[in-house]
């Protein structure tokens, strides 16, 4: 298996860099090789040490063409790369060489009003819910407000990633050598889903 995932979206504030280094890693804890790679030149590299995954940075045209190429030549890795928010060019780029798009949304009818615009201009996209509510009130809700207006969609909607204060640890510069299991169990159940879909 070799691919390129894509986690794009017009609005910021999404969790597209959570849900990217959230999957990599999950990758990496079911055993499959993958890198994940930085384009918005507003973010800092992260070190790789410790992580069950690569990290790329191609914040520049040409550095992402390279990664690119680097990633379909090899034939057992997955790129996974995070588009960073408001950048629209970027965005149909990334959707034109990607394998798999991914737009994640939070629990707001800002973002719901942005995704269903994201996913009516990228019909291969798939939209993930991120940083979803674990209250049972504040879940049903949410839940609710997906089947109203997302409803047309629904092949396209893939399973919550609940709401984890440890993804953050994922983010940071050098991360713990131990990370907590639900981020764990998390990491794995994003990846599982996108394995299957690829």
Known sequence: MAGIICVIGNKGGTGKTTITHMLCQGMGLLGQRAVCVLTDSYREPLNPEGRRYLVADARSREALVKVAEKIRSLREWIGVIDGGGNRTEMDRNLYAMADLVLLPFRDSHEDIRTVIRDLEMFPRA????????????????????????????????????????????????????????PLANASRAIARQVMELL
């Open 126 to 181: 798939r939209a993930i819910p991120s940083q979803w509510p674990t209250n049972i009130w504040q879940r049903g809700s949410a839940e609710k407000t997906i089947d109203e207006f997302l409803a047309r969609f629904g092949e396209r909607i893939l399973q919550p990633v609940d709401a984890i204060s440890a993804s953050k640890l994922l983010l940071q510069k050098t991360i713990p050598a131990n990370l907590p299991s």
